[in-house]
């Protein structure tokens, strides 16, 4: 190729921006900010990163934390220096609210100021962000954007802004008629896959992932029982 | 009709009344309009004897009809995808590479033994293709799937291609394609070096060859 690796110093690490497609990089200035247990790959500078619970956030938890069901999963970054955010190799981008709301599956969320709120969405699995301020998420494969009316493999989904009506969607019309009871009754020629969707309608916009399989959540709390990481026992 | 790329794993296809497509089940990310979905019992064109010769070749891949008017995007499991456009001439392609098709393109099956008798059987067990290949001829698009980005290859008459047979995915146009070893004393004392197969495609056309050794 044209040029070697770019090799990247405190100083020359971005803002608050990505570093290549499946790493962000967060500049902590004695601020804070809310990230996701085990995505944290490295860090220059002297950052602590205390779990949620710890006394003197409770303050914070309180004013921006929202929701219990998910405490455990996050940490509080905070200090000086730069911090490198990445996971499963996902593809990872920033995105900046202001004054809005975005609903994102709880997996996908990697990062957010503390000037955000996280609330646990009405819809399981997801939480939601409100308020002004710069999240990180991961997808698998870059995030496409797309304007309801839409309907949307569950898996797919990655997220969505404004769209005030997310539903469910069945679509059998193959099993009608004689034939389609042929079909209901005995299997035959199987389902297409494709009976159940998201459904959204009104102004917003969708965010979708490229891919349907959604990678397993793994537990990022202990050291994880891998070759080569030292401190566990077999 | 044509697939657009939306990005590097996902691809927009725009349907219209009375022109249908055919994609492997589950594969659709979201719709837009009024598009059906219907499982293809025959999981794909022609007859019935089509589709036993499918079921007995191993490359009855479960797929889906889609039709109506609007836009569905589609993508699966995070492969990459390569659109290829096809002018007439054929695409041999692994039934389970495939993520959607135009309705259009004709569809069959090749018993890889017609390539080149015995080696060509054995050439399908060592790609992984088994004895059996899906081909699609005729004028239309086909999205297929990859591991890893694709890289297409030209084959002219004066340069063929070797290709290691874990890497081919798919190749069209006037090609010949046999299995070429190079085994020597070392890889039977277990010190080869690990590229004792290779195809080679000669003839001229394109062969496509995904990043990655790991088959789908």
């Not at chain 1, 957010?112 to 996280?118: A, G």
């Not at chain 2, 009375?18 to 293809?40: D, H, I, K, N, W």
């Not at chain 2, 050439?123 to 088994?130: E, F, I, K, L, Y």
Request: charged residues 15%; aromatic residues 8%; hydrophobic residues 40%.
């Amino acid at each position: 190729m044209t040029h070697g690796p770019v090799i990247y110093d405190p100083t020359t690490l971005p803002v608050d921006d990505n570093v290549n497609a499946y790493t962000f990089c967060v500049d902590l200035d004695g601020s804070q900010w809310f990230l996701q247990k085990g995505k944290m790959i490295a860090f220059y500078g002297a950052i602590e990163f205390n779990g949620i619970g710890h006394g003197p956030l409770d303050n914070l938890v309180r004013s921006s934390f929202h929701s219990p069901l998910h405490a455990s999963d996050w940490v509080v970054a905070q200090g000086k220096g730069k911090m490198l955010l990445a996971d499963r190799a996902f593809d990872v981008n920033s995105f900046d609210l202001d004054e809005g709301n975005l609903t994102i599956r709880s997996g996908n969320l990697l990062a957010f100021q503390p000037s955000l709120r996280l609330k646990q969405s009405i819809v399981p699995g997801f939480v939601t962000l409100i308020g002004t301020g710069k999240f990180v998420a991961a997808s698998n494969g870059e995030v496409v954007f797309m304007e309801p009316p839409i309907r949307v493999d569950p898996q797919a989904l990655v997220g969505w802004a404004d769209c005030p009506s997310p539903c469910h969607h069945y679509d059998h019309g193959y099993l009608r008629g004689f034939l389609g009871g042929v079909r209901g009754l005995t299997g035959l020629g199987g389902t297409s896959g494709e009976e159940h969707q998201f459904e959204f309608v009104g102004a917003g916009t969708v965010l979708l992932q490229s891919s349907e399989a959604l990678l397993d959540e793994r537990a990022t709390g202990a050291v994880p029982r891998q070759d080569g990481v030292p401190g566990q026992a077999r | 009709m044509a697939f657009r790329e939306l990005n590097s794993k996902m691809v927009e296809a725009t349907i219209t009344p009375g022109q249908r497509l055919f994609s492997q089940r589950g594969a659709m990310l979201a719709y837009r309009g009024e598009v059906s979905f219907t499982p293809s019992i025959q999981g794909g064109q022609g007859g019935l004897g089509s589709m036993i010769g499918r079921r007995v070749a191993g490359e009855a891949t479960p797929l889906m009809t889609v039709e109506g008017s609007g836009t569905v995007l589609f993508g699966h499991g995070g492969h990459h995808i390569q659109v290829i456009n096809l002018a007439g001439d054929t695409l041999y392609v692994e039934a389970d590479r495939l993520l959607a098709f135009d309705g259009s393109l004709r569809q069959g099956t090749m018993f890889m033994g017609s390539q080149g008798g015995v080696m060509g059987i054995v050439r399908g067990q060592v790609s992984g293709q088994g004895l059996f290949t899906t081909t699609l001829e005729g004028h239309g698009a086909v999205a297929v799937m990859a591991h890893g980005g694709v890289i297409e290859v030209p084959i002219t008459p004066q340069r063929p291609v070797h290709v290691d047979p874990q890497a081919y995915v798919a190749h069209h146009g006037d090609v010949r394609n046999k299995l070429s070893t190079a085994i020597g004393w070392r890889d039977m004392v277990g010190r080869g070096s690990g590229e004792a197969f290779q195809l080679e495609l000669s003839g001229s056309g394109t062969v496509f060859v995904q990043a990655s050794e790991e088959k789908l």
